[in-house]
């Protein structure tokens, strides 16, 4: 590994940061290096606050040393006016006669303009270290730009004889497969997505909050599907936690929108694409990523649609014996990993 793709690395390791924070935006790291040492890095602040460019120039001390530096950056400097000035026009304007780039920005708005705009100024731009690895770094913010849809996950548990729920149930609430430490690690995950999504069933039999509760953390968007307006006003996914947007084809029920200041209808048709339907209306409200935790249905509706990009399946130490079977899917495993007494697979759509 040589120093450029070292110092690639580093803004890759320290953007990391941001996840969960910067959403819509690209978590991307920065650094400056003066004569083989580092002066100056940041990350992306949470939304509206700083890029990463301008986070690691003001950490460097003495402002003189850029004139004789290189900066790293993940993904191409932004060209255009947002809710921040363009970070090309600040590298330019420190006179940072080095860019080294990990990857091309595919957004419309940028595309390659950042690039031209920095070589155009005189400075020397290196594109396209450790690219791969950038990449799958920005893969929310790539594939909400290029498939205009969310970055999709899939995540379930599964008993060891391969089903998701029992056949009957005594109470309205969740009947644990996993133990708490994956239990943990899942509220992890929701902090770090957008949006989280959930069927009408599953709200009706494990009235589910779908928040952070087991970590420090922002809570995600809850996507609820209900078409007919059927679930409890009273259901824990209505409380004023977090925001909730429910898919419904019935008139707006305004009693529960006086309940919740957080809440929103969307109209869609439940009979039609509904996979299609769902990414649509994500893309459209600046959704770049969704964990699916819905019930058997709502999760094989979005595989058989080859809608989604990632699945992680925990498999608990328990049988059920009878009950809604696990989905059907093919994945390529990526890796695996056992939490005390059960096992994560993560597999990615190939």
């Not at 191409?76 to 990857?103: A, M, W, Y």
């Not at 809604?324 to 993560?346: N, V």
Request: proline share 4%.
């Amino acid at each position: 590994m040589n120093s450029h793709e070292i110092y690639i690395k580093r803004c890759i390791e320290i953007a990391k940061n941001g996840l969960g924070s910067v959403r819509p935006n690209p978590m991307v790291g920065a650094l400056i290096v003066y004569k083989n040492t580092i002066i100056g890095e940041g990350y992306t602040s949470p939304y509206g606050g700083n890029h990463a460019e301008v986070n690691a120039i003001n950490a460097v001390a003495d402002k003189t040393l850029l004139k004789k530096s290189t900066i790293y950056v993940t993904l191409e400097p932004c060209s255009h006016f947002g809710k921040t000035p363009p970070c090309s026009d600040l590298i330019i304007r420190h006179k940072i006669p080095n860019v080294v780039i990990g990857c091309v920005d595919d957004n419309i708005k940028v595309a390659g303009k950042g690039i031209k705009k920095l070589r155009e100024a005189g400075c020397h731009v290196n594109v396209g270290v450790l690219e791969s690895a950038c990449k799958a770094h920005h893969k929310r913010f790539f594939t909400y730009h290029n498939k205009k849809r969310p970055y999709i996950i899939l995540k379930w548990a599964e008993t060891n004889d391969g089903f998701i729920a029992p056949k009957n149930r005594k109470e309205q609430k969740p009947v644990w497969i996993t133990n708490k430490y994956s239990r943990q690690l899942v509220h992890k995950w929701r902090s770090e997505e957008q949006a989280i999504l959930v069927g009408t069933n599953t709200v009706l039999q494990d009235n589910p909050s779908l928040t952070v509760r087991d970590w420090k953390g922002t809570h995600p968007i809850r996507i609820v599907l209900d078409s007919t307006l059927k679930l409890n006003k009273k259901a824990s996914v209505f409380n004023n936690e977090a925001k909730t947007i429910i898919l419904s084809e019935k008139i707006k029920d305004q009693e529960l929108k006086q309940h919740n200041s957080n809440l929103e209808f969307i109209d869609w048709n439940s009979k039609q694409n509904i996979a299609k339907q769902i990414c649509d209306v994500l893309y459209k409200n600046d959704i770049n990523s969704v964990i699916i935790e819905g019930g058997q249905k709502t999760l094989q509706t979005f595989i058989n649609a080859n809608l989604w990009d990632e699945a992680r399946v925990f498999t608990g130490n328990i049988e059920f014996n009878e009950g809604t079977k696990a989905p059907i899917f093919l994945g390529k495993l990526i890796s695996e990993e056992k939490i005390i007494t059960d096992i994560l697979k993560i597999y990615k759509n190939d």
